[in-house]
Structures are given as C-alpha cells and as structure tokens.
C-alpha cells in the first residue's frame, strides 16, 4: 500500500548574521556559485536599530534595485515585517505592501510605469478585505486577485490522483522513504529546473523525478495578472 503526503514547501536561506554576502541568482531565483550568468543579486544585512533584524535588498544585474523586504528570523525561517517595496527593472516604484508577523496586514499598492495606480487592496492577516485594480489608461477592470498560484490540471486531488496511478515504488521497499522534489513551473506550466532537496536510496529519488518531469502541463501561475515562473516543493512519502 502507498501513501503521498503534499505540501507546498518554502527554501530556508542560510547565512551568517554578521555578513554582508553578495548572492548571486538565476532567473528563477535560484542561487549561483559565481556572477556568471546571474539575472540578480541580492544582499542581506542585520539592522539592530530597526524594528525587524534583517533587511535583504535584491538588485538587477546591473545594480539597479529591485526590493527591499525586511524580517525576522525564527527558527531559521524569515517572518517578513514593515513594509516591502518593489521596482521596476526602469527605477519606478512597482508596488508597496505591509507586513506584520508574517502575514500581509495593511496595503498592497501598485503601480504601472507610467505612474497611474495599477491596483490598491487591503489586507488583515493575510485575508484580503477589499481591492480595486485599474487599467493603464487608471480605468477600474474586474478585480482579480494579486498572486494566483499554479495548479495542476484538476487540482490537489487531481495531483495526488496522478502520483499514486504513476509512482512505482522499489521492489525491495519495505521501510518508509521520503523524497522532497523541488522545481519551476514556467510559463507555459511545464516542470522545469527538477532538483532532489532530501535525499533517499537512490531508486527513490530517480523515481521522484521521473514523475514529476512526466507531469502534465500546470496551468501556470500569475502575479499582477502576468504569468510567471514559481517555485514548489512537493514532499513525497513512500510507505
């Protein structure tokens, strides 16, 4: 009998707090061992006289700012506070928004490049109270929300539908195993960038990423109404 625990899981960045480290990243944001070929960089530092203690400022290639998002540390996770902003690859404020505790609380506004409001939404502990979103020319438009994740055809239940039909389990299996798959869903839903996070035999995690690479095309996820790159974690348990 086999069983397939999910859930969507989060990279734990890890650093000295006393450094300030230039990390290098791809276009999906994944950290690189040089400069070479990096679409950002990012840089962390302590801020002892703030009311968080990490501010991470994230830049373009060539230097021009891209965020600045400030937070705690607990247990080695980060639980953003204060306010979060974010620019355009031009210089332009591209959207503002609250945190506190790890959760958005207070305003999300953003902008389009020529400085008309784009949309304005007001959040209580990460659930959204009330939002407008405006067209380019500042006509209001249907509301959508802000940030849609992907989802795989026919959803979570679909999904596990599709691990239990397509996962072959070792034929020598006879202890529990855990493999925690992490990859990018692109923008046009494909399972790209596959990379084993846990370890396991190595039957296992060859099997992992079989199955995710021969996944179905995901209905890609959107941010601002644009789709985007995302990165998921899927934890799978073998028993």
């Known amino acids: 009998m086999k069983n397939f625990y999910l859930s969507l899981i989060f990279t734990v960045i890890s650093f000295s707090a006393f450094a300030q480290d230039t990390i290098y990243m791809d276009n999906n944001y994944q950290e690189l061992d040089t400069k070479e070929g990096a679409k950002y960089f990012k840089i962390v530092i302590p801020t002892p006289d ?26 080695e996770k980060k639980v953003y506070e204060g306010l979060h902003k974010h620019y ?37 502990r990460n659930k959204l109270k009330k939002g407008k979103v405006w067209n380019e020319a500042g006509e209001e438009i249907e509301y959508f929300h802000f940030q849609i994740p992907p989802e795989f055809p026919g959803g979570q239940k679909a999904l596990k539908k599709y691990l239990i039909e397509n996962i072959k389990i070792p034929s020598y299996h006879n202890s529990m195993q855990r493999v925690v798959v992490r990859f990018t869903i692109d923008t046009d839903g494909n399972t ?33 109404g644009k789709e985007v790159n995302v990165s998921y974690g899927l934890p799978l348990v073998f028993q």
């Not at 990490?54 to 965020?67: H, I, N, P, Q």
């Open 88 to 124: 355009y690859e031009s210089g332009e404020l591209f959207h503002s928004i609250e945190f506190k505790k790890g959760k958005m609380h207070g305003e999300l506004v953003a902008y389009w490049k020529n400085g008309i409001k784009r949309r304005h939404d007001y959040f209580k």
């Open 192 to 224: 790209t960038n596959i990379k084993i996070k846990e370890k396991a035999p190595a039957e296992y995690m060859v099997e992992a990423y079989r199955v995710v690479d021969e996944m179905p095309n995901w209905k890609p996820g959107k941010r601002f």
């Open 50 to 75: 703030k009311d968080y203690e990490f501010l991470r400022t994230t830049y373009f290639a060539d230097g021009t700012k891209k965020a600045e998002q400030s937070y705690d540390l607990k247990d």
